[in-house]
């Protein structure tokens, strides 16, 4: 009995336009399955890259990787596709796949397309339609950047899911939706009383079941600058959930990765805040046991997890670190108020004479550079100088300022009396607040410093 062609069937789709005309992934595979049985193959399997352009690198064509390792384990007589585009539209892909074809006997036909591999007329006719299909692509692909950064100028979504929290109006752009916005906005309340994403991902399932993203899609929402209003780095893209300042709150504080081991309920009041001084990785919480008269006491402290990778790592015991914050914070947040006084403490006539002269010396390289002078890489490069150093002479701190200004006028006479009073969890959202990082010496190990938001 005559052994069966046993078949591959390969589909691929890019985008929507060639859903709309008719050229889905169903639609592939129903007709290659139609065309297949018709032959009388053997189907082996279906490989389907969807949302794929041919024009990627193959290792992003994961569908088409397997079906290559299938034919080199010899696995594949014959493999099917509609037309030549479904399949390749480079040459170098093309021709790179084709010798391991050859090297395993197996074939390739389109069933909408004439197409030979065996003679030289055929190979040279797929070389030509391919450079075609390649250039194609290449004007295709220039056409779609042109369309979505008129999208993105006009502030519109883009294709692809919608971030949660969020559904797309009439006109194209981002904002909340009605429904899930409450439930949004309760995760973000709950994670400023808190700063922890577990405890808040683990209230807001719990509170909201069957309504929140599942795995690690929920986790990803505190990172994301889509929920300050933020998107292809432009400001009020969207409708915000967050201050941009909130935003970057949650980002610097959920930098430091915390072990709890056997403690997973343990708060540590300064995690995210304590940064080793030689490797720059922020020092992770642990509870430390000790003995002492034959007993054994645990408390909360901080080390490096690098502590052993060459360098000599501080370990600060939990109730050091408080002792130092709170003895020093209100004079170290009076000298970072003085510091920023100071800076704001030049006149606007000193700032105005400084961009004046940085003005007049941009204009001076862009009448070089017209006169052919200079050549365009150290016109850039100049240029760029030249702007980075106005926006910093013309950058204000007021804002910065009067935020700390603020908390040092919040601060009645025994702030420090109802502090002792909180919990630890309620300890750790007070600082979070209120501090990006306490210093440590390099040669001492020993807290020296306070670094505000």
């Known amino acids: 009995m005559k052994r069966k062609i046993r078949c591959a069937i390969y589909d691929r789709v890019s985008h929507e336009l060639q859903v709309e005309k008719g050229l889905s992934l169903d639609t592939q595979k129903e007709m290659l399955t139609s065309y297949a049985k018709e032959q009388g193959y053997e189907i082996v399997d279906y490989y389907q890259d969807e949302g794929i352009s041919a024009r990627k690198t193959m290792k992003n064509r994961k569908e088409l990787l397997r079906l290559l390792e299938d034919v080199k384990a010899d696995k594949i007589d014959i493999i099917l596709v509609t ?87 009439e006109k194209k752009h981002l904002v909340k939706d009605p429904e899930i916005a409450p439930i949004v906005e309760d995760m973000f309340n709950h994670y400023f009383t808190t700063f922890s994403k577990r405890e808040t991902i683990m209230y807001i399932r719990s509170k909201y079941p069957g309504k929140t993203p599942e795995g690690n899609s929920l986790a990803k929402i505190f990172s994301n600058a889509t929920y300050a209003g933020i998107r292809f780095g432009i400001e009020d893209y969207c409708d915000a959930y967050l201050t941009w300042g909130q935003h970057k709150k949650i980002v610097e504080s959920t930098t430091a990765k915390v072990y709890p081991a056997t403690h997973p309920q343990q708060t540590y009041i300064f995690s995210g805040m304590l940064r080793c001084p030689h490797c720059g990785k922020m020092l992770s919480g642990y509870v430390r046991k000790a003995k002492k008269a034959g007993r054994t006491y645990e408390y909360p402290a901080y080390r490096c997890n690098k502590r052993y990778n060459k360098h000599s790592a501080p370990v600060k015991t939990e109730k050091i670190v408080e002792q130092y914050v709170l003895e020093f914070f209100e004079e170290e947040l009076n000298r970072s108020i003085y510091d920023l006084e100071l800076k704001e403490g030049l006149s606007k006539g000193e700032k105005t004479a400084n961009v004046s002269v940085l003005q007049d010396e941009l204009n001076r390289i862009n009448i070089m550079f017209e006169k052919g002078r200079i050549s365009l890489d150290y016109y850039d490069k100049r240029y760029e100088e030249i702007e980075t150093q106005i926006k910093e002479a013309t950058v204000s701190h007021s804002k910065e300022l009067r935020a700390r200004k603020e908390i040092r006028d919040g601060l009645d006479g025994n702030w420090k009396e109802l502090y002792l009073q909180l919990d630890a969890s309620h300890k750790r959202a007070f600082w979070k607040n209120i501090i990006k990082e306490i210093l440590i010496d390099p040669e001492t190990h020993e807290l020296n410093g306070i670094i505000f938001f």
């Not at 591999?117 to 056409?143: C, F, H, P, W, Y």
């Open 83 to 169: 037309k030549l585009d479904r399949w390749f539209r480079s040459v170098k892909d093309y021709h790179n796949t084709q010798a391991i074809l050859d090297a395993h006997h197996c074939a390739w036909k389109t069933i909408l397309e004439d197409y030979d591999t065996t003679t030289s007329d055929g190979q040279l006719k797929i070389n030509i339609m391919l450079a075609v299909a390649q250039n194609e692509a290449d004007r295709t692909s220039e056409r779609i950047k042109v369309v979505f950064s008129h999208k993105i100028r006009n502030k519109e979504h883009l294709n692809g899911p919608v971030p949660w929290g969020y559904m797309v109006d």
